[in-house]
């Protein structure tokens, strides 16, 4: 038993868990902290990324940002494994994003506001094609209006969020919606396509 590797295992669990590294005791953290470190300064070498102070990328995460589609991430952020993100973004502070999610900027952008907590599988995309029968949908221009998301929201798993759609801040997005509007500050929405059930002022 001498030679299993638990280290790699705590890595695992973290790349899948990564609310976990935020409550590390200082024997893991001596060892975790290092190993993020080099995964962020490599992103930062390689992408155009900015990443704040104390937060966590999952080595299985796939961050793409040209010159011109950059990714700002906030401080005490969170990305776990199998999540697929390409610029331009912009995540604000204490932002989670859970495994398998797909955020894609378009040209516009998308913008998370603080302390915003994104279940798994969820999918956001800032821009759509043209769909003309003229002509194949492939060759069809992109459009890209950009996304907004306030602070302090819960997307549930599996949603998700087309181009051109703003949520306000304190909103639950219940899991497997589909928002194709605006969404109000507090409401919570919940159908295909998203409908306000409710208000977060009303629980107690």
């Given at each position: 038993m001498a030679d299993i590797d638990y280290q790699a295992q705590h890595k695992k669990r973290l790349s899948w868990m990564p609310?976990?590294?935020?409550?590390?005791?200082?024997?893991?953290?001596?060892?975790?902290?290092?190993?993020?470190?080099?995964?962020?300064?490599?992103?930062?070498?390689?992408?155009?990324?900015?990443?704040?102070?104390?937060?966590?990328?999952?080595?299985?995460?796939?961050?793409?940002?040209?010159?011109?589609?950059?990714?700002?991430?906030?401080?005490?952020?969170?990305?776990?494994?199998?999540?697929?993100?390409?610029?331009?973004?912009?995540?604000?502070?204490?932002?989670?994003?859970?495994?398998?999610?797909?955020i894609d900027g378009g040209r516009n952008g998308i913008k998370i506001g603080n302390q915003t907590r994104i279940a798994n599988n969820v999918t956001i995309y800032a821009f759509n094609h043209g769909m003309s029968p003229s002509e194949p949908i492939y060759k069809q221009p992109a459009t890209s209006k950009g996304v907004v998301i306030g602070q302090d929201v819960w997307i549930g798993a599996q949603a998700g969020i087309v181009d051109g759609v703003t949520i306000g801040d304190c909103v639950v997005i219940g899991m497997g919606c589909i928002v194709t509007k605006d969404v109000p500050n507090f409401a919570i929405v919940a159908g295909n396509p998203a409908r306000v059930i409710g208000d977060r002022r009303d629980k107690k």
């Open positions: 609310w976990l590294y935020f409550s590390l005791k200082p024997k893991h953290l001596s060892w975790a902290k290092p190993w993020q470190d080099d995964i962020q300064q490599r992103l930062c070498q390689l992408e155009t990324i900015h990443i704040g102070e104390q937060c966590f990328i999952a080595p299985q995460a796939l961050l793409f940002a040209e010159p011109g589609r950059d990714i700002s991430i906030g401080n005490q952020c969170m990305i776990a494994a199998d999540v697929f993100m390409h610029g331009p973004i912009t995540l604000g502070n204490e932002v989670a994003i859970n495994h398998g999610c797909s």
